[in-house]
């Protein structure tokens, strides 16, 4: 808040103090900046004034600000400083942001840099590397002050001066034992309350709360958001402790699966942001298009079969949009309600039953609502009674069936460990499209010698 | 994940020492857990042995499982607790906690509540509520720990000691002047690395970033993740230090943001989980839904009015729902496009136009792509070459309206402040069925002549 107002002049500062080449003055604007506002003035700043700005900031500012650059002012920058200057600058990153860098560039262009680099860094960004997409082995840093369980308070307390500078944050200290393996965890506040000379293995907490290499960046998520952590440690194996996980990547995290989840719900196709391209973006929206243009031709098809139906009695036509559509809309709801909850909450069977039957409730109660209104609506409007009771009786059963569709359907993926959010809601609307034809055009032939 | 296989014998263990009345043997127990999971464990318990954990529990344990249980199991406890051991828990929760689990009540038990309470925590609680819902006042707590300006670093690490017990987090020194005004904040690390004698206003941090109480708290959750900070001060008035904001209150908002989104997006209708009554998510899903009924029927009449043309060709009814169907998924896919990038970026005019742009040609390269696809299919099937350029123009200008409609109409939205989300899927879906009718049937009565 208070930072953006200034922002605007800030830049003329800047430019200023580059223009006449004070780096004294350009020094001290940076030093009461955020990474993320440098980030922001170099992206704001005019192409012919970055190279000296990158000229006039040091090592330890240039790795800031790296990790709040996007991928491609990331690449820019490390061309622009030369492979000496880039490779003290990616020694000094956080291996996880290292990580996300890395991982969208050519094999080779890999290579290089990490070639340049001091060897432990290079081996433990490749070691991560061979994790999994969005696993916990891919997001944990190095960044973390680890002590033995042997060490007494003092020791602890002196291990962690030193290693202030590098930390990423101070508030726990992870204890292992001599095969390096995590055996509990201390934290700072627990230093400063205790003796000098307790034993660590005497105050430290032993039932540590951590997450494998492998688990899943949601279950992390999840984890970290209930028990309030700041960062939680990463094991492989038999608790060989690996890295950290800290809670400003796990934000991250939160917000990419809630985006992932509305583009499936939304079947909007992955990754797609403002500064996507248009033929980029047509062409991750176009396979779920095409697939629902073929699914919509099933619904025409049922048309077809009711043709004569139809044809005898047009009126029908003029309730086909809406029950459709109504069928659909409930089994978005529904299905909405669905994916989210498994955000929060692990289902047992019991639940999973519990959940189904009072969504059968739910589309009881909206059906009757809906088709007693719709029935009067018709009865008025078209004069037939008939008409009433099977536009009427129609959207009743098709809401029961919505609502239970597009409950079942994301249950029955997750169940088979499918992502829940697969089943779109175009994708259900679309299937509710067919069942209501059906059901509609079923019940009116029932009909057909009253309707026509 | 550790903590969780044990979960099970954990739950005996307890109801053991619960029925043999071994206290210690319990403490030693909850020693080892973390609220979240004390929580589980209280939930998990038989209603008969609830009482006796809740009695074996300390005031400190209590405070720390409260903010973990859902709202309806915070009441059982207070009420189970009894008026006096409950006031001493209430005290010692915090401020924002406390105000989360007091803003859903009746204001008498709210009274009841705070007049039992000591008068300092209570006034704060009640000063916060007097804050709209969804701002950072609602959210701040009073665990930080604030020094002045005069302080030297020595000065600073005493009082860190002090209220190192009370502190949610270590991380940020927040340096006040004579009128309790913000002036400046100190990192844990600047006072580690500092020498001893050091004055706070030589070592701190000026440009501090801040929210104020009234600030939104998406506002805030974007600024804490842009800034990987742990707390956020806030303020009121003239810089005066209200309370600070931790990231793990941030990370729920997160989460709730997201999920008020897909709610939105879904028109599922407000804060429905698994928990949910039936009659109540009805209640809740059924203003939407019968909305989308009546213009529904817009549909309905504007079939009404082309009933000739239908009538004479009733081949056209068969691509009805798909063309309706299509219109309706791509404008989907546009909204969340545009609702999920607003989160994560702000816009200014010239990327909204950069946008609309966009997504015009994408529209235009969807329209092109599914309109070829399905004049084909309608010759073949249909075996009408006329049908098929009815139906395949109508999806190329059905298809770019509809995805303009699900850029623009959230973007209008936007500027007027009205949450994007509101233009939620389905109400884009049934405007661009009845865009899409107007428009096919429109071209359908031009070629009439040649369809019957």
Known sequence: ???????????????????????????????????????????????????????YLNIAQLKEMMKELNKEDQLEVLQKLGIEKST?????????????????????????????MKQEESDMVQHMMNYPPETAGRLMNNRFVWISKHYTVREA??????????????????????EKKLVGVVSYKDLLLGEMQDKIEDIMFTRVVKVDVHTDQEEVAKMISRYDFISIPVIEGDDKLMGVITVDDIIDVVIQEANEDIEKLSASGKAIDFN??????????????????????????????????????????????????MTGNTGTQSLAVVVRGLVSQDLDIKQVMKLIFRELWVGIIIGLSC????????????????????????????????????TIIPLVLYKFNIDPAVASGPLITTINDIFSLLVYFGIASIFISKLS
Chains 1, 2 share one sequence.
């Not at 200023?16 to 940076?30: N, T, V």
């Not at 409007?381 to 919505?402: C, D, K």
């Open 276 to 325: 996507t391209k248009p033929f980029v973006a047509a062409y991750r929206r176009l396979p779920w298009l095409i697939l629902l243009l073929l699914i919509g031709l099933v619904s025409g098809s049922i048309i077809d079969g009711f043709s004569d139906t139809l044809q005898s009695a047009v009126a029908l036509a003029f309730f086909m949009p809406m029950i459709a559509g």
């Open 371 to 406: 088709a007693f209104l719709i029935s009067i609506i018709a009865f008025i409007w078209q004069g037939s009674f008939t008409l009433g009771v099977v536009v009427g009786s129609s959207l009743l059963i098709t809401l029961i069936i919505g609502t239970l569709a597009g």
């Open 157 to 178: 307390v002196d291990k962690l001066k030193d290693f202030a500078e590098l930390a990423e944050y101070l508030n726990y200290l992870y204890v292992i034992d001599e």
């Open 88 to 116: 003290k600058v990616l020694d000094l990153m956080e291996n996880d942001d290292l990580t996300t860098l890395l991982s969208d560039l050519e094999p080779e262009q890999i290579e290089e840099l990490l070639s340049e």
């Open 1 to 55: 808040m208070a930072a953006s107002p200034s922002e605007y002049e800030l830049t003329l500062q800047i430019i200023q103090s580059l223009k006449e080449g004070k780096k004294r003055g350009f020094q001290e604007i940076m030093d009461e900046l955020q990474p993320y506002d440098m980030a922001q003035q170099y992206q704001h700043l005019p192409a012919k004034h970055r190279n000296k700005f990158l000229l």
